[in-house]
């Protein structure tokens, strides 16, 4: 949505001066973090949005760079925009990853991993006074901490936006195996975030879906059923949650589904429900 004309990209090294610490540690004088981050965060909140390319989507080059791990680290803390941005063909390949079984994991797993202490910069020297910089300040646990929560939350909230595509793309797509799978996916990890609405939402959107092309008694209708009630526990609403466990039971006796390892978790789910209700 934006206008081309009036859109400036800010290049870093074009705003801050990384040789600056360089050179002070040549004359014998340490920056201390607090001048390093004002300055830092000045130019950070000056252009007020930070774009980050991650590519490839399962290892990021940014990810490994200092330099871009602590500007990242600065825009969070300065509550600054930040767009998380991939190449058409990475954000294909991201999106088929997310499909499969392992895919969410193996991101969650890649994001969950960013290690500052580790990351590179082109001379040894820079980084090493970088890293002393943030030893001095925040820690590595703080930053690694704040950049991971706020990948984590992009990558739920990308998967989460990917599936809406899905689900507008109309019935067929929508009721598709792997876009079902995606939504008990992002449905678990909106759920572990404790996003119980959102959640709910897109399950009971996969259930329409469902209804509307004459899938309402397959046993993965039963499965988001038994979802959807897990979210509805959560949530506090134990009638809520009961009706949606029978209806998941009712189908499971039809479709001849009951003795699964589904039904055995349904079982366990309305098992669970009957005890906090009394």
């Given at each position: 949505?934006?206008?081309?004309?009036?859109?400036?990209?800010?290049?870093?090294?074009?705003?801050?001066?990384?040789?600056?610490?360089?050179?002070?540690?040549?004359?014998?004088?340490?920056?201390?973090?607090?001048?390093?981050?004002?300055?830092?965060?000045?130019?950070?909140?000056?252009?007020?949005?930070?774009?980050?390319?991650?590519?490839?989507?399962?290892?990021?080059?940014?990810?490994?760079?200092?330099?871009?791990?602590?500007?990242?680290?600065?825009?969070?803390?300065?509550?600054?925009?930040?767009?998380?941005?991939?190449?058409?063909?990475?954000?294909?390949?991201?999106?088929?990853?997310?499909?499969?079984?392992?895919?969410?994991?193996?991101?969650?797993?890649?994001?969950?991993?960013?290690?500052?202490q580790e990351a590179e910069a082109s001379v040894k020297q820079d980084r090493n006074r970088i890293l002393n910089i943030?030893?001095?300040?925040?820690?590595?646990?703080?930053?690694?901490?704040?950049?991971?929560?706020?990948?984590?939350?992009?990558?739920?909230?990308?998967?989460?936006?990917?599936?809406?595509?899905?689900?507008?793309?109309?019935?067929?797509?929508?009721?598709?195996?792997?876009?079902?799978?995606?939504?008990?996916?992002?449905?678990?990890?909106?759920?572990?975030?404790?996003?119980?609405?959102?959640?709910?939402?897109?399950?009971?959107?996969?259930?329409?879906?469902?209804?509307?092309?004459?899938?309402?008694?397959?046993?993965?209708?039963?499965?988001?059923?038994?979802?959807?009630?897990?979210?509805?526990?959560?949530?506090?609403?134990?009638?809520?949650?009961?009706?949606?466990?029978?209806?998941?039971w009712r189908i499971h006796e039809v479709t001849d589904t009951l003795e699964t390892p589904d039904g055995a978790l349904?079982?366990?789910?309305?098992?669970?429900?009957?005890?906090?209700?009394?």
């Amino acid at each position: 949505d934006l206008t081309p004309e009036r859109t400036y990209v800010w290049i870093c090294c074009f705003c801050i001066n990384q040789h600056k610490v360089r050179a002070a540690s040549s004359v014998g004088r340490t920056i201390p973090f607090e001048e390093f981050q004002k300055e830092f965060g000045f130019r950070v909140r000056k252009v007020n949005h930070l774009v980050a390319l991650m590519s490839p989507w399962d290892k990021p080059n940014y990810l490994k760079r200092v330099w871009c791990d602590f500007e990242l680290y600065t825009a969070i803390t300065e509550e600054v925009a930040v767009s998380i941005i991939m190449p058409p063909a990475q954000t294909t390949s991201y999106h088929h990853a997310i499909c499969e079984e392992s895919g969410i994991d193996m991101m969650w797993k890649h994001f969950g991993n960013v290690r500052i202490q580790e990351a590179e910069a082109s001379v040894k020297q820079d980084r090493n006074r970088i890293l002393n910089i943030i030893r001095a300040g925040p820690g590595f646990d703080k930053l690694n901490s704040v950049v991971v929560k706020h990948l984590q939350h992009w990558m739920v909230s990308s998967s989460e936006a990917y599936l809406q595509e899905c689900f507008a793309s109309g019935d067929a797509r929508a009721t598709a195996p792997s876009t079902l799978k995606l939504c008990r996916r992002v449905n678990n990890l909106l759920r572990n975030m404790g996003h119980f609405k959102s959640a709910a939402a897109i399950v009971e959107q996969a259930l329409e879906a469902c209804h509307r092309v004459g899938m309402g008694e397959q046993a993965t209708v039963a499965e988001l059923l038994r979802q959807l009630g897990i979210l509805r526990r959560k949530q506090k609403d134990l009638e809520a949650a009961e009706r949606a466990f029978m209806e998941a039971w009712r189908i499971h006796e039809v479709t001849d589904t009951l003795e699964t390892p589904d039904g055995a978790l349904l079982m366990l789910e309305l098992g669970i429900t009957s005890l906090e209700r009394n």
